[in-house]
């Protein structure tokens, strides 16, 4: 992004954050000047009115530590969020992905711990789950910030508001290294196993990425009524053959942007968030790069018909036993304030990241939507009745990781190649089930 945008929204961070303090700072520290005996403004506050605040009128205590879980959490989000709650006049712990790394390590940690205040990022899967009970040691309180209409449909009302939208992308070179000016158009991601080009595919079950990638595959093939986890034999059939026929790069490639900078295959996925940065230093990692940001000069994203998988990391505040309504309030405040529409443009701009809150993303893009934000977004879909597809898979996606491990997709490399399943004689209630049940 603009360097100029980035000094613009410094300068954005340092009026909107300067009247917030912390009443335990001396006044020779505190950045908006006031003495110790000056109450500080409300850090991020919503109005006393504000819809749904579970604390009303009580006044927040600041020196409260704010016990956050997150899969948002790389070293440098941490360490950012951290610092700038803390000018803000906030004290907040959360742990990095060295400690916690990914959505069901957060979500894992945080009902065993039962210490939570706030939980942020996972997707529409995990807040299913968690909005609807499915953790027995995690309740999400009532609560709607000031910033609650900006954030279009990624909202669970009353409970949970989107943070960052991000989705899975299909991108193949049309140079040299790849189709030679030839366009791709599939109707359906899974059309990638016929397309006639190599393709990179992840090397393991797990993961946030490559679970959204499996998400994406599986869509053409939803079926409620198949017994092999609400999706149909052929799309089992078909992820199976994405998975023979693509290349790995076993751990020299965690996820397909470097395959493809390093022209190694023609087609492959990568995730919304940080692609633009990748590709402004695609020359550092290649002799070949992909060129063009804004602008794609030997790249493009694949036309799919059916749109994109799209996943949006929310904001809740969980209900924790013994906090008191004044600590509650200061969570609140917390909530209200890394949401606001000038922290998560910040927040964008450091980390790369598109903000659902619609006012942040004008101060991001002023001159309009990048194309990776306005594909079609089928995780929004309607598949089973009233069910989106975002929930289906919410519904099924132990089914799908119970049939991939058991059946042995994903192997690193061909000498550790499964055999291709007898699909016509399988067991799908025990392939269901975990490996020992």
């Given at each position: 992004m603009k360097k100029t945008l980035a000094f613009l929204l410094a300068l954005v961070m340092?009026?909107?954050?300067?009247?917030?303090?912390n009443n335990d700072k001396p006044a020779e520290d505190n950045?908006?000047?006031?003495?110790?005996?000056?109450?500080?403004?409300?850090?991020?506050?919503?109005?006393?009115?504000?819809?749904?605040?579970?604390?009303?009128?009580?006044?927040?205590?600041?020196?409260?530590?704010?016990?956050?879980?997150?899969?948002?959490?790389?070293?440098?989000?941490?360490?950012w969020l951290i610092a700038e709650a803390k000018d803000a006049g906030f004290n907040i712990s959360i742990d990095d992905n060295s400690v916690i790394s990914g959505d069901t390590a957060a979500i894992q940690a945080a009902n065993e711990n039962k210490d939570g205040d706030l939980i942020f990022g996972l997707n529409e899967t995990r807040w299913s789950q968690l909005v609807d009970g499915t953790y027995e040691n995690l309740k999400i309180v009532d609560w709607t910030p000031s910033w609650a209409g900006d954030v279009?449909?990624?909202?669970?009302?009353?409970?949970?508001?989107?943070?960052?939208?991000?989705?899975?992308?299909?991108?193949?070179?049309?140079?040299?290294?790849?189709?030679?000016?030839?366009?791709?158009?599939?109707?359906?991601?899974?059309?990638?196993?016929?397309?006639?080009?190599?393709?990179?595919?992840?090397?393991?079950?797990g993961g946030t990425t490559n679970a959204n990638i499996n998400s994406a595959m599986l869509y053409a093939f939803v079926d409620p009524a198949s017994p092999a986890g609400g999706i149909s034999v052929d799309g089992w059939k078909t992820l199976w053959k994405y998975c023979e026929q693509g290349k790995s790069g076993g751990d020299d490639y965690k996820y397909g942007f470097d395959p493809l900078n390093k022209g190694d295959v023609q087609v492959s996925t990568f995730y919304s968030s940080s692609l633009y940065g990748k590709i402004d230093?695609?020359?550092?990692?290649?002799?070949?790069?992909?060129?063009?940001?804004?602008e794609p000069e030997n790249w493009a994203l694949v036309d799919i018909a059916d749109g994109t998988y799209y996943i949006a990391e929310y904001i809740g505040i969980l209900d924790k036993a013994g906090r008191t309504p004044e600590q509650t309030a200061a969570v609140e405040a917390f909530a209200e304030w890394f949401g606001s529409a000038d922290?998560?443009?910040?927040?964008?701009?450091?980390?790369?990241?598109?903000?659902?809150?619609?006012?942040?993303?004008?101060?991001?893009?002023?001159?309009g939507v990048p194309e990776i934000y306005t594909l079609k977004n089928f995780a929004l879909s309607k598949v089973d009745g009233d069910a989106t597809y975002a929930e289906y898979v919410a519904a099924h996606s132990s089914e799908w990781t119970n049939i991939m491990t058991n059946l042995g997709f994903y192997w690193a490399d061909a000498s550790g190649a499964a055999s291709e399943p007898d699909w016509d004689n399988l067991d799908w209630g025990t392939l269901t089930q975990s490996a020992g049940e």
């Open positions: 340092v009026l909107s954050l300067a009247a917030c303090g950045k908006s000047g006031q003495t110790d005996n000056q109450k500080p403004e409300e850090p991020g506050s919503a109005p006393d009115d504000a819809a749904g605040s579970s604390t009303g009128g009580v006044e927040p205590d600041y020196s409260y530590p704010i016990r956050i879980y997150s899969n948002s959490n790389s070293t440098e989000r941490t360490t279009g449909e990624y909202v669970y009302p009353g409970k949970a508001y989107g943070l960052v939208i991000q989705n899975v992308l299909m991108l193949y070179r049309n140079d040299e290294l790849g189709t030679n000016g030839q366009e791709l158009h599939f109707d359906h991601w899974a059309d990638i196993v016929d397309c006639g080009y190599s393709w990179y595919r992840q090397n393991k079950v230093a695609a020359g550092e990692s290649s002799e070949k790069p992909l060129l063009g940001t804004m922290v998560q443009a910040a927040w964008g701009e450091e980390f790369d990241s598109y903000p659902c809150n619609t006012a942040s993303a004008a101060i991001l893009y002023p001159d």
